[in-house]
Nanobody, 115 residues
Framework: QVQLVESGGGLVQAGGSLRLSCAAS????????RGWYRQAPGKQREWVAT???????NYADSVKGRFTISRDNAKNTLYLQMNSLKPEDTAVYYC?????????WGQGTQVTVSS
């Protein structure tokens, strides 16, 4: 099993930045994919970014060039650096890891971008 604890959300003005963190514990060695998702009010959860065990990254078109996903293996922590934030980025952000025996989600952290 893997436990995920997210932090870093908050209220920011449009154009500002935030960095989200997702600390993992448990069966870390079984993780081979890490990603961020978000869910805005009244909408379905959507994929934001992914980083593989090899370090390859992919981004949704809506965040490409503004968000950066990264990880610190020594700290077992996943990050999402969010720059040039827009009001439409307002959502609850979730980290997700995929392991050899299943997927796990964090509890979510609220990001609110005011105009």
């Amino acid at each position: 099993q893997v436990q995920l604890v997210e932090s870093g959300g908050g209220l920011v003005q449009a154009g500002g930045s935030l960095r989200l963190s997702c600390a993992a514990s448990g069966s870390i060695s079984s993780i081979y994919n890490r990603g961020w998702y978000r869910q805005a009010p009244g909408k379905q959860r959507e994929w934001v970014a992914t980083i593989t065990s090899g370090g390859s990254t992919n981004y949704a078109d809506s965040v490409k060039g503004r968000f950066t996903i990264s990880r610190d293996n020594a700290k077992n922590t996943l990050y999402l650096q969010m720059n040039s934030l827009k009001p439409e980025d307002t959502a609850v952000y979730y980290c997700k890891v995929t392991t050899t025996f299943g997927s796990y989600w964090g509890q979510g952290t609220q990001v609110t971008v005011s105009s």
